[in-house]
């Protein structure tokens, strides 16, 4: 995703860029997975990850919401600056895309001109286990 090696906390984690506090760092599956295992005390994998959010496991909600949060945010951004007429994004994470998240915030707006000249195709891929 264009963006993702942006830095969108000071002072945040290390990204692989060599920057702190990326996009990165904070909605991807290995940033999720990285702070829940912190947090918890033991090694989780991002299928775990993934089973706590379909459970609804409070300990996973409050990482959920923030990266859905910081997705939203970057997902906006990339549409209203260059209104693409496919957005691609892809992730272990998006298997619980259908899984409740939080309300949209007024303060990541996609704006209607976007959708003026064209229509966007949000394209997702899916990983599923072999």
Same mark, same amino acid.
């Given at each position: %995703?264009?963006?993702?090696?942006?830095? $969108?906390?000071?002072?945040?984690?290390?990204?692989?860029?060599?920057?702190?506090? $990326?996009?990165? !760092?904070?909605? *991807?599956? !290995?940033?999720?997975?990285?702070?829940?295992?912190?947090?918890?005390?033991?090694?989780?994998?991002?299928?775990?990850?993934?089973? %706590?959010?379909?459970?609804?496991?409070?300990?996973?909600?409050?990482?959920?919401?923030? !990266?859905?949060?910081?997705?939203?945010?970057?997902?906006?951004?990339?549409?209203?600056?260059?209104?693409?007429?496919?957005?691609?994004?892809?992730?272990?994470?998006?298997? $619980?895309?259908?899984?409740?998240?939080?309300?949209?915030? *007024?303060? !990541?707006?996609?704006?209607?001109? $976007?959708?003026?000249?064209?229509?966007?195709?949000?394209?997702?891929?899916?990983?599923?286990?072999?």
């Amino acid at each position: %995703m264009p963006g993702s090696g942006a830095s $969108c906390e000071l002072d945040g984690l290390p990204c692989g860029c060599g920057n702190r506090g $990326c996009l990165e !760092t904070v909605e *991807s599956d !290995t940033s999720i997975t990285r702070v829940l295992s912190d947090r918890v005390n033991r090694k989780v994998n991002i299928e775990e990850v993934v089973e %706590m959010i379909r459970q609804r496991d409070p300990i996973v909600r409050h990482l959920w919401e923030k !990266t859905c949060r910081y997705l939203g945010v970057a997902l906006a951004t990339v549409i209203n600056t260059f209104n693409p007429s496919d957005l691609f994004v892809h992730g272990r994470l998006l298997e $619980c895309v259908d899984e409740p998240s939080p309300r949209p915030h *007024s303060h !990541t707006p996609i704006h209607p001109h $976007c959708f003026q000249r064209n229509p966007l195709n949000v394209l997702r891929k899916i990983y599923h286990r072999r």
